[in-house]
């Protein structure tokens, strides 16, 4: 094809020709629907048009969040913008940023620790407010103890089960209490693998024996969520929500930073993909069959091939300021 002609085809698909030679479907669309407008040639992400709110989210907005770890640097950019999220279980006053954030507090709007899965998600949900018991509920930490749905907030565990279990009913009150007075529910999906036990099929957030418990084979099994399993169990999550707070709105995204460690067998980066596309196409399933729901793509804007990779910190994993 000569340069003209593709100036041609170019034109007539961008809309700039007239006559009845050039209908097509994206004649009249916008310039962010092409790339050559879109991303080639535009400035800042700020700038793209790449999110038009489906709700608006203000100062009076209470908002509650949840998910992986890139969730908590949405919580803390919420806050900056002057929005009100809710935190139902603050550590105390005289304790310092950093060790109330290595123990799990000032992250999220409860003190629950990262959520990778909507599995994880749903069981948490079940467990508030439907009676749900998980499995090995405590986890030996040495001569400690530790929460095995939340190990990482007590980082030297404590010193019985008991107090584990104590600890954990104070949590489930706190949760309820945030999650039932939120506008606007946030939720970074972060990750599709997980560890459960075989018999009763109880979700942890991390693989037993990284902080306390111990992997037993026998015992505990590697699941990687379909699509159809992630939105399945988000939209039980939605109607266990909604059941306690009807006008709970949802704003979901996906978190753009890669598997720190993959046991699928599969290269870590390949597992990555594999995990952050079913995510994505979980998301936008979610968002077409449910209402009250709204998709932020951080993970368009934080991996877009034109950010040039900035948003990543040398690591390649570990998204900068800037980013977020």
Not at 29 to 57: D, Q, S
Not at 144 to 173: N, Y
Request: overall charge neutral; aromatic content about 10%.
């Amino acid at each position: 094809m000569t340069a003209r002609g593709r100036e041609g085809r170019l034109a007539n698909i961008c809309g700039s020709r007239s006559g009845p030679l050039s209908r097509s479907p994206y004649q009249k669309l916008e310039r962010r629907a092409f790339w050559r407008f879109g991303v080639e040639a535009r400035g800042a992400i700020a700038e793209a048009g790449m999110f038009r709110p489906g709700f608006p989210i203000g100062p009076d907005t209470r908002v509650a969040t949840a998910g992986s770890c890139f969730a908590q640097h949405v919580g803390r950019a919420l806050r900056a913008a002057g929005v009100e999220v809710i935190d139902t279980e603050p550590a105390p006053a005289f304790v310092s940023d950093r060790v109330a954030r290595d123990h799990g507090y000032r992250l999220f709007s409860a003190r629950h620790g990262n959520i990778y899965t909507a599995a994880h998600l749903e069981q948490l949900a079940r467990e508030a407010w439907a009676g749900f018991c998980p499995a090995e509920p405590v986890w030996a930490l040495g001569e400690r103890f530790v929460d095995s749905q939340r190990p990482s907030v007590e980082p030297s565990g404590l010193a019985t089960a008991e107090e584990v279990a104590l600890h954990r009913a104070r949590h489930l009150a706190h949760l309820r209490a945030a999650w039932g007075a939120a506008d606007v529910f946030v939720f970074t999906f972060g990750l599709t693998e997980a560890f459960c036990n075989r018999d009763t099929g109880t979700v942890f957030p991390m693989a037993p024996g990284v902080i306390g418990g111990s992997y037993d084979p026998a015992v505990h099994a590697f699941v990687n969520f379909t699509v159809a399993e992630t939105v399945a169990a988000f939209r039980a999550f939605m109607a266990l929500a909604r059941a306690a707070n009807p006008a709970m709105r949802f704003l979901i995204t996906v978190s753009p930073v890669p598997l720190a460690a993959t046991a699928s067998g599969d290269h870590v980066e390949v597992a990555t993909v594999r995990s952050k596309s079913i995510l994505r196409a979980a998301c936008d399933e979610i968002l077409r069959a449910e209402d009250g729901v709204d998709y932020f793509p951080s993970y368009e804007i934080i991996t877009s091939p034109s950010s040039g990779g900035r948003f990543f910190a040398p690591n390649l994993r570990d998204v900068t300021e800037e980013g977020v």
